[in-house]
T-cell receptor, first 114, second 115 residues
């Protein structure tokens, strides 16, 4: 499968625990995006990388959230001290950064904070 | 700030009925427009897009959309829906002049097609 892959698909955690999600973009895509989607809503932009540089962060991304893309390939999104309000689907997308720059999405990681 | 409004949150149709889903956006600059679809249990997939040129664009599975600049609209249409079109449909825009091209999304429309 050469699409965007995310791991894990589902994560259940207790409030206050830390969680980390991984996203592997389409090979050679230099742009990577994280979005969050809650029930009944469209996705909301969280952050964006071009290669290894994090170029924009949404105000939605509180200090408890951190994202990295150390080698410009896969990315991780960590949430520290999770809260029930963090329960959502976390989506990753990648794009080539050239031409039409279409974003291709992974299946997402569904986080449930108990 | 950019925003996207989808008028219908839940639509129920019978097979062979015609479909039109409304999408309006709010933004003063030049935008790229998208419709994405999410079938049950699957990831978001691009249905069609408008960047420039002919304002009537055709996508996969018989879908089309028309960009009307004066109305800031990008409505999705299909003349005859099938049961397999049951899915969540999202309209999205991004700033063509912007560097990051982040997508701004509508709330989505849940379409259920009865056989």
């Amino acid at each position: 499968d050469t699409g965007v892959s995310q791991d894990p698909r589902h994560k259940i955690t207790k409030r206050g625990q830390n969680v980390t999600f991984r996203c592997d973009p389409i090979s050679e895509h230099n742009r990577l995006y994280w979005y969050r989607q809650t029930l009944g809503q469209g996705p909301e932009f969280l952050t964006y990388f071009q290669n290894e540089a994090q170029l924009e962060k949404s105000r939605l991304l509180s200090d408890r959230f951190s994202a990295e893309r150390p080698k410009g390939s896969f990315s991780t999104l960590e949430i520290q001290r999770t809260e029930q309000g963090d329960s959502a689907m976390y989506l990753c997308a990648s794009s080539s950064g050239t031409g039409e720059n279409i974003q291709y999405f992974g299946a997402g990681t569904r986080l449930s904070v108990l | 700030a950019q925003s996207v409004s989808q008028h219908n949150h839940h639509v129920i149709l019978s097979e062979a009925a015609s479909l039109e889903l409304g999408c309006n956006y709010s933004y003063g600059g030049t935008v790229n427009l998208f419709w994405y679809v999410q079938y049950p249990g699957q990831h978001l997939q691009l249905l069609l897009k408008y960047f420039s040129g002919d304002p009537l664009v055709k996508g996969i599975k018989g879908f089309e959309a028309e960009f009307i600049k004066s109305k800031f609209s990008f409505n999705l249409r299909k003349p005859s829906v099938q049961w397999s079109d049951t899915a969540e449909y999202f309209c999205a825009v991004n700033d063509r002049a912007g560097n990051n091209r982040k997508l701004i999304w509508g709330l989505g429309t849940s379409l259920a097609v009865n056989p």
